[in-house]
């Protein structure tokens, strides 16, 4: 089945903590994204990978840090976790950067840092 | 800074009557999609027009665009309680240097009451 998977799902953790919420695709997508959703706000980009090895920053990428060393997974890494960082997390991916393409999107993963 | 925004910002209407939300943007587009979000889960991509389209059909989804005033508009017909979801319209930029991002409107929550 094709799909996007993230892991974990739900997270509680501490201001400092360093984690990492994995992301995977099984659809060969070269497009990669992050976003993060508060209310109010609505869905905002973090970081996004147009190919291997290649990523570039979305709208709020302050805090965050991704890899895209394979094609198929691209890691989100919280170095130090704040409390403003308590977000729903999405991944998506694409199957060609020009967003011609739909995204298909994650479960999500709902983080809380306390 | 927001590049789509819909209206209105929530919805309520009865089993089979037909819903109408509206997005508009800022600045020209290559293309423009819909999602639907169940509450708290991942996206769902519904449809995508192109900016050279006027008009497109889904199933009892039927979006048009309009460039000369930047909006979208996304009718579902003859709802249904399992209709009962947020929906965002998202678009990408034109300009090459700022590929691959894809920014999203807060949603319109629609309510389907049988």
């Known amino acids: 089945e094709a799909q996007v998977t993230q892991n974990p799902r739900y997270l509680i953790t501490v201001t400092g903590k360093k984690l990492t919420v994995t992301c995977s695709q099984n659809?060969?997508?070269?497009?990669m994204s992050w976003y993060r959703q508060d209310p109010g706000l609505g869905l905002r980009q973090i970081y996004y990978s147009m190919n291997v090895e290649v990523t570039d920053k979305g709208d709020v990428p302050e805090g965050y840090k991704v890899s895209r060393k394979e094609k198929r997974n691209f890691p989100l890494i919280l170095e130090s976790p704040s409390p403003n960082q308590t977000s729903l997390y999405f991944c998506?991916?694409?199957?060609?950067?020009?967003?011609?393409?739909?995204?298909?999107f994650g479960p999500g993963t709902r983080l809380t840092v306390t | 800074s927001q590049q789509g925004e819909e209206d209105p910002q929530a919805l309520s209407i009865q089993e089979g009557e037909n819903a109408t939300m509206n997005c508009s943007y800022k600045?020209?587009?290559?293309?423009l999609q819909w999602y639907r979000q169940n509450s708290g889960r991942g996206l769902v991509h519904l449809i995508l027009?192109?900016?050279?389209?006027r008009e497109k059909h889904s199933g009892r989804l039927r979006v048009t665009l309009d460039t000369s005033k930047k909006s979208s508009s996304l009718l579902i017909t003859a709802s249904r309680a399992a209709d009962t979801a947020s929906y965002f319209c998202?678009?990408?930029?034109?300009?090459?240097?700022?590929?691959?991002?894809?920014?999203f409107g807060q949603g319109t929550e629609l309510s389907v009451k049988p």
């Open positions: 600045t020209s587009i290559n293309n």
């Open positions: 998202a678009t990408d930029t034109l300009y090459y240097n700022q590929g691959g991002k894809l920014i």
């Open positions: 998506a991916s694409s199957l060609s950067p020009n967003q011609l393409h739909e995204q298909y």
């Open positions: 027009i192109r900016s050279n389209e």
């Open positions: 659809m060969n997508h070269e497009y």
